[in-house]
C-alpha cells in the first residue's frame, strides 16, 4: 500500500510538471515566438510595401521622363 | 500616276511619330528602373551579409527577413515599370490604331468628296504650257521651295503637310490656302495659275490658215468681251496668269495705235487663259483659247501635235476669205493691189479643214459621218476689204433683216449670208461637211480691224462683228446665258406687238397663242 501511493504521487508530480511546462510553452514561449515571428514578418512586408510604392513612383516619374524626352527627339 | 509618292514632309504622329515614342519607352523605360532595383539588391546583400555573420537567431530571423524583402522590393521595381509601360504601349497602340482609322477613314471622304466636286463640275489640272492633264499639280513650298508632288490629305496629314524644312505647314485643301502656293505643272514644271484646277474647264482651239486674222481674232473679240458684254452683265472677268494679262494689255495697245499684231509663230500654242463668272454662280469657267499658227494645220505632222483637241469644247474656224480659190481669182487683181496690207493666208481652207478633222479624229476619236458633238463657229475674217462687208457682214445683214422679218437677229441674217457665201465660192463641200460632222454650225463674218491695215495710220482699230461668235460659242458651251437673252429680247418684242392689239382678248391671243407658233423660212434668194 504505501508504493502504490507513492505511484499516484509521482505521476501526479508527473502530471502537473507537464501542466507547467505546457503552461509555460503555450502562454510564453509560443507567444514570444509569435511575437518574434511576426515581428519578421512585419519588417518583410514593410519592406515589400515600400519597395512596391518606390517602384511604382520611380516607374511613373521614370516613364513621363522617358516619353517627353521621346517626343523631344521627334522631328 | 502613284497616289503614293515620298514627299518632303513628315509624316503624322499617328503613321511614325507616335511608333517611335512608343519604340523609345520601351526600349529606354527600363534605366532608370535598373538604378532603383540595384538600390534594393544591394540593400538585400548588406543584410545577408549582416545575417550570416549574426549569431543571435532571432536578430538572424529578422536580418533575413529583410533580405527576402528587399530582393521582392527589388524584384518589384522591374514589375512595376513594366505594367505601367505595358499599359502605355497598348493605350498608345490603340489610340494610335483609332487615329489612322479615324484619318484614313476622313482622308477617303475627303478623296472621295473631291473627286464628286471636280466630276460634277467639270474641273481638272491642265497645263496651258504642254497640255497635259494631271491629277494634282506640284506644288512649292514657299520657304525652301521643296516641291511637294502630293498636296492632299494622307499619311502626312490630313489638313496640312509639315515640309522638312520645319519652317511651313502647307495646307492640303483649297479651303484652307493650298490654291494660294505656287503650282507647276507636273510634267513640264511650268508654273500654272492659281484658277487652273479650280473652274469648270473649257478649252477652245482656234483654227485656220497661216495669216488668216485668227489672234486679231481672238484679242480683240477678248476685248470688246471683257468691256462691252461682261461689264454691261456684272460677269467677273479676269486673266489669272499675269503673263497672258500683259500679253493682252501690249496686244491692245498695238491695235489702239493701229498696229497689227505680228504673226504668230507657235506650231504648239501656250493656251491663254480667261476666267469667266456669272454673278451667284458657285463656280466660274476658265477658258483655255488656243492660238496655234496657221502653219499647225500646214502639214499632218504639225497638225497631230496639237493635243490639247482632246479636251476641245467648241471650236472656232477662221476662213480669210482672199484664200478662197474662185474667190481669189475673181477678185485677183484687186487683191494684187493690197496683198501686203490684206496678207492673204498661203493655205486652201479645205486644207486647213482637213488637218482640223484629222487631229480631232487622232484625239477624240471623230468618226467621218457621225456628228462631232460640240460647236464649231466659221468665222470668215477681214470683211472689210473688197466690199465684203456689203456682201456677208452687217450692213447686207439689215437688208436681209427687212426682206424676211422672221429673222430677228443680224447674226442669224449673216450666218445665212455667209453660207451662202462659201457655197457660191465652190466651198459648198465644205458647208455640207460641217453640217455632216459637227452637231451645231453657226456661220459669222466679221473684221477684227475694221479697215485695211496701214502701217503709218496711228487711228485705233475698231472691229465689226468681232462678238457675235465668241459669244455663241460661249453660250453653246455654256459660259454665258446667250440663249436666254435672245428669248428675253424676243419675247420683250411679242408684248410690244400684243400692246398693238385693240382689245385684252386679241393681245392675249397674240401673246400667249400666235407668237409662240412655230415658224420655219427657207431662203433660196438672199
Not at chain 1, 514561449?29 to 510595401?49: E, M, T
Not at chain 2, 499599359?87 to 479615324?102: E, G, S
Amino acid at each position: 500500500m504505501n508504493d502504490g501511493a507513492g505511484a499516484i504521487g509521482g505521476l501526479i508530480a508527473i502530471a502537473i510538471i507537464l501542466y507547467i511546462i505546457y503552461l509555460i510553452v503555450v502562454y510564453i514561449i509560443l507567444p514570444i515566438l509569435a511575437i518574434i515571428l511576426g515581428i519578421g514578418l512585419i519588417i518583410l512586408g514593410s519592406i515589400v510595401l515600400a519597395g512596391l510604392a518606390s517602384g511604382v513612383y520611380v516607374g511613373i516619374v521614370n516613364f513621363i521622363n522617358v516619353l517627353i524626352e521621346a517626343h523631344k527627339r521627334l522631328p | 500616276m502613284k497616289l503614293y509618292e515620298p514627299q518632303p514632309a513628315h509624316l503624322t504622329y499617328a503613321y511614325d511619330g507616335g511608333w517611335q515614342v512608343m519604340r523609345y519607352v520601351w526600349q529606354n523605360v527600363y534605366t532608370e528602373t535598373d538604378k532603383a532595383a540595384r538600390y534594393w539588391f544591394n540593400l538585400a546583400k548588406d543584410s545577408e551579409r549582416k545575417a550570416r555573420r549574426s549569431d543571435n537567431i532571432v536578430s538572424k530571423y529578422w536580418l533575413w527577413s529583410i533580405v527576402i524583402g528587399c530582393a521582392i522590393a527589388g524584384v518589384l521595381q522591374y514589375i512595376s515599370a513594366f505594367a505601367i509601360v505595358s499599359l502605355f504601349v497598348v493605350l498608345q497602340f490603340l489610340f494610335l490604331v483609332a487615329w489612322i482609322t479615324a484619318s484614313s477613314l476622313f482622308v477617303a471622304f475627303l478623296a472621295f468628296g473631291n473627286f464628286l466636286y471636280g466630276a460634277y463640275y467639270k474641273i481638272f489640272f491642265r497645263c496651258p504650257d504642254c497640255h497635259e492633264q494631271m491629277p494634282i499639280p506640284v506644288y512649292v513650298c514657299p520657304e525652301c521651295a521643296a516641291e511637294h508632288t502630293r498636296l492632299w490629305p494622307s499619311v502626312y496629314g490630313v489638313f496640312k503637310h509639315r515640309c522638312t524644312c520645319n519652317r511651313s505647314d502647307l495646307p492640303t485643301l483649297d479651303s484652307l490656302g493650298r490654291n494660294k502656293l505656287t503650282q507647276l505643272c507636273a510634267t513640264c514644271k511650268a508654273p500654272m495659275n492659281e484658277q487652273v484646277g479650280r473652274l469648270t474647264n473649257i478649252h477652245i482651239p482656234v483654227i485656220g490658215g497661216p495669216l488668216a486674222g485668227k489672234s486679231n481674232y481672238i484679242f480683240m473679240a477678248t476685248n470688246q468681251f471683257i468691256d462691252i458684254y461682261a461689264a454691261n452683265r456684272k460677269l467677273e472677268v479676269t486673266f489669272p496668269d499675269e503673263k497672258h494679262w500683259q500679253f493682252y494689255q501690249d496686244n491692245i495697245s498695238k491695235f489702239q495705235s493701229g498696229r497689227e499684231l505680228t504673226k504668230t509663230p507657235d506650231i504648239v500654242p501656250q493656251a491663254y487663259n480667261l476666267s469667266v463668272k456669272k454673278p451667284g454662280n458657285r463656280v466660274g469657267h476658265i477658258v483655255y483659247i488656243y492660238d496655234a499658227a496657221g502653219e499647225a494645220y500646214a502639214d499632218e505632222h504639225s497638225a497631230i501635235q496639237q493635243t490639247y483637241y482632246k479636251y476641245v469644247h467648241g471650236l472656232i474656224f477662221v476662213i480669210d476669205p482672199f484664200a478662197i480659190n474662185l474667190y481669189q481669182r475673181q477678185h485677183e487683181t484687186e487683191i494684187e493691189e493690197l496683198k501686203d496690207k490684206i496678207r492673204p493666208s498661203g493655205l486652201e481652207v479645205m486644207d486647213a479643214y482637213e488637218r482640223m478633222l484629222a487631229v480631232l479624229e487622232s484625239s477624240v476619236g471623230l468618226k467621218r459621218g457621225k456628228k462631232f458633238p460640240h460647236p464649231i463657229a466659221v468665222v470668215v475674217s477681214k470683211i472689210d476689204a473688197l466690199d465684203l462687208d456689203n456682201q456677208i457682214g452687217y450692213l447686207a445683214a439689215e437688208r436681209i433683216l427687212e426682206k424676211i422679218p422672221l429673222i430677228r437677229f443680224k447674226e442669224d441674217a449673216v450666218s445665212l449670208l455667209v453660207e451662202q457665201f462659201l457655197i457660191d465660192n465652190q466651198l459648198g463641200n465644205l458647208v455640207r461637211d460641217l453640217h455632216l460632222q459637227f452637231s451645231e454650225v453657226k456661220f459669222f463674218a466679221c473684221s477684227a480691224l475694221g479697215r485695211i491695215p496701214d502701217g503709218e495710220n496711228p487711228v485705233p482699230f475698231e472691229p465689226v462683228g468681232i462678238l457675235e461668235p465668241m459669244l455663241w460659242l460661249l453660250d453653246r458651251v455654256g459660259v454665258i446665258d446667250l440663249q436666254t437673252e435672245r428669248v428675253k429680247l424676243i419675247d420683250n418684242d411679242h408684248q410690244i406687238m400684243a400692246r398693238q392689239r385693240k382689245n385684252l382678248f386679241s393681245m392675249a391671243r397674240f401673246y400667249y397663242w400666235d407668237s409662240l407658233k412655230p415658224r420655219s423660212w427657207r431662203v433660196t434668194n438672199l
